[in-house]
C-alpha cells in the first residue's frame, strides 16, 4: 500500500504478510506510518494505492467485524463517564455480541474486579487492558494492537506478553506495533520493520541477532589467517599485533582451525549487534525527528 497526505508519502509501497499461529511486531522510529497502516487495514483510512486484506477479504466487507479482526487502536478512546462493563457493552451491542462475553473479557484481561469503575478513573495500565478486551470481544481471528505496552509497567509488559503469545498459540494472527525494539523482541517472533514508510526488514528476532563476527587474540595471526581464510570469509587486522575480526564464519570453526595446527587462542569473543542496535541501525536514516545536539 502507499498513503499520501498531499505531497507527503506516508507509507511507501508497503507489503507484508502478517501469518496466523505468529506474532507480528510491526516496529519503527516515531512518525514511520504505523497507526496509518493500522488504520488502512482496518478501513479507517483508505490507500491511496494498493491494498489490504483481513483473512482474505477487505475488511470493510466484513459481515461481523468484530469476529474478524479486534484492534486497539487508541488506547484512551473510551468515555471517561462510562464503567468498563458499559463501555464494553456498547461496542458487544454492534455485533450482536452477549453480556457473558463481556464478563468473559473483562476476566481474561484481569478487569473484574474494576468492571463497575468509571473509565475516566482507570490507570493508564488498566485503560490498556479495557483497550485489549474490546479487541477480544468477538473471539477474533486476527488481532491487531498499536502500541498495547505503551506506559505499562514491566509486569504488565509480561502480561501482554504471556496473552499474546497464547493468542497466537492458539493458532490466531496476532500483529502489534511498538516502536520499541526491547519490548517487542520479548513479545514478537517475526518483525516488520518500516521508517519513513518504508519497509526496511520483514525479518526474525533470531535472524536480526545473527552474530556480527568473531573477535580472535591468537600468537599467530598471519598462520591462522591463512588457516581460515576462505570464500565468504573476511579476516581483518584489528591494529593490534595479535588481534583479529572474523566476519562470515563462527566461533568454534575457528577453535577447532586453531587447535588442529596447536595455535593458541587468548580470547575468541563473538560479537553481536544488540538488537536495539541492529534497529538503530537499519532506522537510523528513516528517523523524521532528530534533536540537534
Ligand atoms: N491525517 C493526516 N494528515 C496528514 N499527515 C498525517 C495524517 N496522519 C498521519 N500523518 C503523518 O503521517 C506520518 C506517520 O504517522 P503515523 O501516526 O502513522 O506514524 P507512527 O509510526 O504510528 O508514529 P508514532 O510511533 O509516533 O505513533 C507522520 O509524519 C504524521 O504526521
Excluded: C
Amino acid at each position: 500500500m502507499t498513503k499520501r497526505y498531499g505531497a507527503k508519502t506516508v507509507v511507501d509501497q508497503l507489503s507484508f504478510t502478517a501469518k496466523p499461529g505468529q506474532v507480528t511486531g510491526f516496529l519503527g522510529p516515531n512518525g514511520a506510518g504505523k497507526s496509518t497502516t493500522m488504520r488502512m487495514i482496518v478501513g479507517l483510512d483508505a490507500p491511496t494505492s494498493g491494498d489490504v486484506l483481513v483473512n482474505g477479504k477487505p475488511y470493510v466487507s466484513s459481515k461481523a467485524p468484530l469476529h474478524e479482526i479486534g484492534v486497539l487502536l487508541e488506547a484512551r478512546a473510551m468515555h471517561p463517564g462510562r464503567t468498563a462493563v458499559s463501555h464494553l457493552l456498547a461496542i458487544a451491542r454492534t455485533n450482536g455480541i452477549s453480556r457473558s462475553r463481556v464478563d468473559e473479557v473483562l476476566g481474561l484481561v484481569g478487569l473484574s474486579a474494576a468492571a463497575h469503575k468509571r473509565v475516566g478513573a482507570f490507570s493508564l495500565g488498566m485503560g490498556q487492558r479495557l483497550g485489549i478486551a474490546a479487541a477480544l470481544l468477538g473471539d477474533p481471528a486476527v488481532v491487531m494492537l498499536d502500541e498495547p505496552v505503551n506506559g505499562l509497567d514491566p509486569d504488565g509488559v509480561l502480561w501482554v506478553r504471556n496473552l499474546l503469545t497464547g493468542l497466537a498459540a492458539e493458532g490466531r494472527t496476532v500483529m502489534l506495533s511498538s516502536h520499541l525494539m526491547s519490548e517487542v523482541s520479548l513479545i514478537a517472533d517475526h518483525l516488520v520493520i518500516i521508517g519513513q514508510g518504508r519497509l526496511l526488514a520483514d525479518t526474525t528476532v533470531a535472524d536480526l541477532m545473527t552474530a556480527e563476527g568473531v573477535r580472535v587474540v591468537t600468537a599467530a595471526p598471519d598462520e591462522l589467517r591463512g588457516l581460515i581464510a576462505g570464500p565468504g570469509v573476511t579476516v581483518t587486522s584489528t591494529g593490534s599485533a595479535e588481534e583479529l575480526f572474523v566476519a562470515g564464519t563462527t566461533a568454534r570453526k575457528i577453535g577447532l582451525a586453531a587447535a588442529s595446527r596447536g595455535i593458541p587462542l587468548f580470547e575468541l569473543t563473538p560479537q553481536n549487534a544488540s538488537l536495539e542496535e541492529a534497529f538503530m541501525e537499519l532506522t537510523h536514516n528513516a528517523v523524521e525527528y532528530e534533536a540537534t545536539r
